[in-house]
Antibody, heavy 120, light 109 residues
Framework: QVQLQESGPGLVKPSETLSLTCTVS????????WSWIRQPPGKGLEWIGY???????KYNPSLESRVTISADTSKNQFSLNLRSVTAADTAVYYC??????????????WGQGTLVMVSS | QSVLTQPPSASGTPGQRVTISCSGS????????VFWYQQLPGTAPKVLIY???QRPSGVPDRFSGTKSGTSASLAISGLRSEDEADYYC??????????FGGGTKLTVL
């Protein structure tokens, strides 16, 4: 059973970079889509983007200029970098995965989520 | 404002059938698969329906999904107290990538 765990700072200062890592256990990072989704407090879900096991990426156009998703297959990890953050980026950040054959939105496995606050 | 439109709330009594709608456009729902997620309070979302109307193993057959044109619906029959949660539709948009509905809070009265 694939399990995911997000890690990273819970507090980031405005204008700095938010960096999170998702560690995958119980499965290989290959043959999957690896995605990030966020949820501002009390609000709905927002798709941030994914990295495919081939290394290709796709991002939400509203975040594309500030976001990078990368993967380290040797560590079975993938990461999210979001630059120039503001208070509007305060959210619970989830990593999630779907089988390559199922498409990127059939998000079968999720991390528990990590709250990141942007504040000075 | 979400690309996919859902009613903010829905309610029903135990045993009832409730339906949650999701309205989109030709660039998302009409041309791509629809997914439905259930989010219980304080937990990560869980997929209920994939590819418009397919249930993952372990999801009760009380949950069903339909799609027609630019709209989709999630139906929950035999409503139970444990169904009280937030429900989100999702679809791929040909221009925007992954898009979610704004979510519907289901209350079991």
């Amino acid at each position: 059973q694939v399990q995911l765990q997000e890690s990273g700072p819970g507090l980031v200062k405005p204008s700095e970079t938010l960096s999170l890592t998702c560690t995958v256990s119980g499965g290989s990072i290959t043959s999957y889509y690896w995605s990030w989704i966020r949820q501002p407090p009390g609000k709905g879900l927002e798709w941030i983007g994914y990295i495919y096991y081939t290394g290709s990426t796709k991002y939400n156009p509203s975040l594309e200029s500030r976001v990078t998703i990368s993967a380290d297959t040797s560590k079975n990890q993938f990461s999210l970098n979001l630059r120039s953050v503001t208070a509007a980026d305060t959210a619970v950040y989830y990593c999630a995965t779907s089988l390559a054959s199922s498409g990127s939105l059939y998000l079968q496995h999720w991390g528990q989520g990590t709250l990141v606050m942007v504040s000075s | 404002q979400s690309v996919l439109t859902q009613p903010p709330s829905a309610s029903g009594t135990p045993g009832q059938r409730v339906t949650i709608s999701c309205s989109g456009s030709s660039s998302n729902i009409e041309s791509n698969y629809v997914f439905w997620y259930q989010q219980l309070p304080g937990t990560a979302p869980k997929v209920l329906i994939y590819r418009n109307n397919q249930r993952p193993s372990g999801v009760p057959d009380r949950f069903s999904g339909t799609k027609s044109g630019t709209s989709a619906s999630l139906a929950i029959s035999g409503l139970r107290s444990e169904d009280e949660a937030d429900y989100y539709c999702a679809a791929w948009d040909d221009s925007l990538g992954g898009v979610f509905g704004g979510g519907t809070k289901l209350t079991v009265l």
